[in-house]
């Protein structure tokens, strides 16, 4: 398999829930991402991973706990949650974080998770 | 406040025309920006890049233009095609300071038959 895969596509959770997405790059780039795209507004970034290091958290609550046990996954563990959560999730990865001006930074993204929180 | 602002949520435009999508930015301390195209039930796809040493870039039927003085770039397709209906992201980033890609909100294209 290739390219950025999430799973699952699709979710739906209570607001005492805990749930996980997932994402998946097969890609050997070294830098992840979490963003977020509500209706209306720009994609968010919420969470940069470069070389499994935590390298921005962009003022994300922290009911939204991301993890990146290697290059190649990464998760965003979601607990009480609000319906303002409601987004899709877009997983992306890069060869690296910090770019330059060979196009480093150009980001593959996978199909993103839609959550709805009820 | 917005760094990238796209000011139009939708064009549409004639099959074989030239479509132009324009996008702002705030931001001068930004140097390279991209474009991405999103379908439905899709993540977004790189489309195009151009870094601020430049003020063209060409691939295929897509133009990238970049406007410094201005803070503005646009993306040109010519001509036109029905494969081109999407959402059009326009992306920033200061290269070399931190890893920030910053979007805008996106226009949607509509290729009409």
């Known amino acids: 398999e290739t390219g950025v895969t999430q799973t699952p596509r699709h979710l739906v959770m209570g607001m005492t829930n805990k749930k996980s997405l997932k994402c998946e790059q097969h890609?050997?780039?070294?830098?992840m991402y979490w963003y977020k795209q509500s209706a209306k507004k720009p994609l968010e970034l919420m969470f940069v991973?470069?070389?499994?290091?935590?390298?921005e958290n962009n003022s994300v609550p922290s009911r939204f706990s991301p993890e990146c046990p290697n290059s190649s996954h990464l998760f965003l563990h979601l607990h009480t949650l609000q319906p303002e959560d409601s987004a899709l999730y877009l997983c992306?990865?890069?060869?690296?974080?910090?770019?330059?001006?060979?196009?480093?930074?150009?980001?593959?993204f996978g199909a993103g998770s839609r959550l709805t929180v009820l | 406040d917005q760094q990238v602002k796209q000011n139009s949520p939708s064009l549409s435009v004639q099959e074989g025309r030239i479509s132009i999508l324009n996008c702002d930015y705030t931001?001068?301390?930004?140097?390279?920006f991209l474009w991405y195209k999103k379908y439905p039930a899709e993540g977004p796809t790189f489309l195009i890049s151009?870094?601020?040493?430049?003020d063209k870039n060409e691939d295929g039927r897509f133009t990238v233009f970049l406007n410094k003085s201005a803070k503005h770039l646009s993306l040109h397709i010519v001509p036109s095609q029905p494969g081109d209906s999407a959402v059009y992201f326009c992306?920033?980033?200061?290269?070399?300071?931190?890893?920030?890609?910053?979007f805008g909100k996106g226009t949607r294209l509509h290729i009409l038959p």
């Open positions: 992306a990865s890069s060869q690296q974080s910090i770019g330059v001006l060979s196009g480093a930074n150009v980001l593959t």
């Open positions: 890609l050997g780039h070294n830098a």
């Open positions: 991973y470069n070389f499994k290091e935590q390298t």
């Open positions: 931001n001068s301390m930004f140097d390279y």
């Open positions: 151009i870094s601020s040493i430049k």
């Open positions: 992306a920033a980033s200061a290269v070399n300071r931190d890893d920030k890609i910053i």
